[in-house]
């Protein structure tokens, strides 16, 4: 029980850290050549229909609402 309580300490102690990456610094994070993806067309057009099925445009940059009227 003690280790439990310990390890949870632990983990909630690692949210109140300072972030590493500084705002200065998320320019060279949001590059496209920082990408993971592999086919870029195929990616913008899966993150367009999650975004009109989930109802969360706007999420990734573009406007309108989750019925898919712009």
């Known amino acids: 029980m003690r280790f439990a ?4 300490l632990l983990f909630l102690s690692g ?5 590493w ?3 200065y610094e998320r320019d060279n ?3 496209p ?3 993971m993806s592999r ?5 913008n057009y899966m ?12 999420a990734e940059g ?4 989750g019925c898919g009227c712009n």
Not at 47 to 58: D, I, L, N
Not at 62 to 65: D, L, M, S, T
């Open 33 to 35: 050549i920082m990408s």
């Open 5 to 8: 309580i310990t390890l949870s």
């Open 47 to 58: 993150h367009h229909v999650y975004q009109a099925r989930e109802g969360a445009r706007g």
């Open 62 to 65: 573009g406007g309108g609402g």
């Open 39 to 43: 086919d870029a067309v195929s990616t």
């Open 29 to 31: 994070l949001a590059d």
């Open 21 to 23: 990456v500084k705002p």
């Open 15 to 19: 949210c109140a850290i300072e972030p």
